[in-house]
């Protein structure tokens, strides 16, 4: 371990299937020989994302900050596909905690090759009700957490340069955003006003860094299946009533995401730079018009 710092509508989509027995995998090898940090990767999508980088031929460091148990359950789950993988105790919205992390990934692996900014929490309020450190600790991890990440993943990329066997890119920065950053979100301010932050913060990192061959993009979830949001989906009516909202009619899965990431991640979107790809069955399209309006 790196030291720290329904009518019946079921909640399962029936069309769904697992994408790790899909064979062959499309994804296979396409990050082989590169070195990923993970970010919030003990659960959730962060969990997803970093299994996927796996799959796909990545060294993977698995970051965390409680559930010592779970973030090396997925190390485990890495190293018996056959790659490489360490866990990362650390808090990411800590100055030092992030510079004894990413000293201890390149010790561990040499170099890093892609940062996936993933950990981010709510403490969700009515304006009226949310206090100071209720706002101040979903800032603190969800967008200056990023940007200490991002930080210290663009020095690595910057001193190492573009390894032309590895990559076309010296280094990949995914940014974990929501449609948050787009859709206003009631009660839910702190939380929606990091996701915009993220949204601004990306674009600016990916136009200073392009001309250093960086990549810097991000992901925009929509609802998918997590332990974060179990309320809005895990009883019949609730998911019925998440549906009104997602115009493609089925929940999203972690494993949405981790695709996504893992294309981002690989030479496959080497001129995509400075985007935003929403992944969150046209949830962002404002269903509520569909109709009219």
Partial sequence: MARSGSATVSTTDPTATDPTSRSPDPQSHVLA???????GANSGIGRAVALALGRAGADVAVNYVDGDDAAEAVAAEIRATGGRAMTCKADVSSEDAVAVMFAAVIETFGTLDILVSNAGL???????????????????VNLTGQFLCARAAAAEFIRRGVVPEVSRAAGKIICMSSVHQRIPWAG?????????????????????????????????????????NTAAWDTPEAYEKLMTLVPYGRIGEPEDIARAAVWLASDLSDYVVGTTLFVDGGMALYPGFASGG
């Fill in 122 to 140: 709510q403490r969700d309020a009515a304006i009226g009700a949310m206090t100071l450190a209720q706002w101040r600790k979903v800032i603190d």
């Fill in 188 to 228: 839910h301010v702190n939380y929606a006003a990091s996701k915009g932050g993220i949204h601004m913060m990306m674009e600016s990192l990916a136009q200073e860094l392009a001309p250093q061959r960086i990549r810097v993009n991000a992901i925009a979830p929509g609802a998918i299946r997590t332990p974060i």
């Fill in 33 to 39: 020989g590169q070195k990923a940090l993970v970010t």
